[in-house]
Structures are given as structure tokens and as C-alpha cells.
């Protein structure tokens, strides 16, 4: 069964640096999306991602976020100085279409935590 | 704006026991609603989702879930828990006419089942 895939599973990292964290969604979906999940609160959407630019983001999107699909396979998700209060699970998903019943199929997550 | 609420952050069952785990959604459109389950140390899972058609939805391992309009109500039930049920359920909600895909979650409830 085809399932999205996120590396590495856990990433820990020094306030101030940059990291990339790495998706391979299910390879005939065309709709991407972040979502992060501080400890202890709801899972947040972050941004969608559909023929190669952004649908929409949220607040928690700002200049320190980036995502970008490289190739054909790969969605990354890049905080380019990373703060503590990035420290998060953060999920992939995607969905074949991006209408409102799709289902949108997650990856298991990478933990960020900043140092 | 939309949101949902879950219930009960931890709800303790008997195996063999009804299972109820609470949603209520604010929506100022008709919802997509949805719920997940997540394993540990795995992504979500859709267990189901209202997509306007039948207010009685079934899901996958036994589950199913009420729509009731009048209540803003999108309960999560299973008649009988099975131990491998433990584990946490999201209640999430999308705008009926989004075309982005953003899923906005509930605290989640974690589900304990006792033998």
C-alpha cells in the first residue's frame, strides 16, 4: 500500500541553524501539505503546496519557513534559523486532488527539537 | 472562522466497552469533518469522514460517527473496544468549499483501553 514517507524520523538541532526536513509523498498525489504538532497541543497546518507553488499558509508560515519540491518525488520543509519554539513533530501529508471530502494521507512525522 | 473542540483529553475504557469520544465544531459553512487515529511512532490515519452525504458514517475497525447539525456534533463511537484500539483520535474540520485542503484539528483524545 503506497504511504508517505518522512526523514529523518528525529532531528535535533542548534537554535540558529537551518534545517530540512525531507517527504516522499505518495507518488500520483499532486496536493502537499506541512502540519507541526508542538508537545501537548493540536496538530497546526502550515502550508498546502500544489503545481509547484503555494495554496496557502498560515500565520506560523513567516519568512523563516520555506518548502520547495526539488524533483519529482520530494517535498522539504526548511526553517532557516531555527528557534526553541520550533521544536515540533512535524507531518507530511498529501492528497490526490485537493478537494474538501479528499483524504489526505499523512507521513509519520519527524520530531525537531531545538537545542 | 472554523474550529473544533474535542471533549476529554483522556477517556478510559474497559475492553468490550462502548467507546464515545466527543467532537464540536464551530463551522459558518457546511464542514468536511474528519477523524484520525495515530498510533505511536505513526502518522494518522483516517478512521472516516462527513462529506455531506449520510449523517451516519461508518468507518474502518468497527467505528462509526454521527453528524448531527442541530448539535454542531461529530461524536466518534465503537460498541465494543478492542485493546489494539488505545491510541490517539483527532476530530478535524475543513471549509466545505476549500479547495486548499487545510485541515484544522482538535486537541485530540487519547484513548486508554483497560482489560
Known amino acids: 500500500e503506497p504511504e508517505v514517507t518522512q526523514t529523518p524520523s528525529h532531528q535535533v538541532t542548534q537554535m540558529g541553524q537551518e534545517v530540512i526536513l525531507r517527504c516522499v509523498p505518495i507518488?500520483?498525489?499532486?496536493?502537499f501539505y506541512w502540519y507541526r504538532q508542538i508537545l501537548g497541543q493540536k496538530v497546526e497546518f502550515l502550508v498546502s503546496?500544489?503545481?509547484?507553488?503555494?495554496?496557502?499558509k498560515s500565520e506560523i508560515f513567516d519568512d523563516q519557513f520555506s518548502v520547495e519540491r526539488p524533483d519529482g518525488s520530494n517535498f522539504t520543509l526548511k526553517i532557516r534559523s531555527t528557534k526553541l519554539e520550533d521544536s515540533a513533530m512535524y507531518f507530511c501529508?498529501?492528497?490526490?486532488?485537493?478537494?474538501?471530502?479528499?483524504?489526505?494521507?499523512f507521513g509519520p512525522g519527524t520530531r525537531l527539537t531545538v537545542l | 472562522a472554523q474550529s473544533v473542540t474535542q471533549l476529554g483529553s483522556h477517556v478510559s475504557v474497559s475492553e468490550g466497552a462502548l467507546v464515545l469520544l466527543r467532537c464540536n465544531y464551530s463551522?459558518?459553512?457546511?464542514?468536511?469533518l474528519f477523524w484520525y487515529v495515530q498510533y505511536p511512532n505513526q502518522g494518522l490515519q483516517l478512521l472516516l469522514k462527513?462529506?455531506?452525504?449520510?449523517?451516519l458514517v461508518k468507518g474502518i475497525n468497527g467505528f462509526e460517527a454521527e453528524f448531527k447539525k442541530s448539535e454542531t456534533s461529530f461524536h466518534l463511537t465503537k460498541p465494543s473496544a478492542h485493546m489494539s484500539d488505545a491510541a490517539e483520535y483527532f476530530c478535524?474540520?475543513?471549509?466545505?468549499?476549500?479547495?486548499?485542503?487545510?485541515?484544522?484539528f482538535g486537541q485530540g483524545t487519547t484513548l486508554q483501553v483497560k482489560p
Open positions: 503546496f500544489y503545481n509547484n507553488e503555494i495554496s496557502e
Open positions: 463551522s459558518s459553512v457546511p464542514p468536511y
Open positions: 462527513y462529506t455531506s452525504a449520510a449523517t
Open positions: 478535524a474540520v475543513r471549509h466545505g468549499s476549500s479547495n486548499t485542503g487545510k485541515l484544522i
Open positions: 507518488s500520483n498525489h499532486l496536493y
Open positions: 501529508a498529501s492528497s490526490e486532488f485537493g478537494l474538501a471530502g479528499d483524504e489526505q494521507f
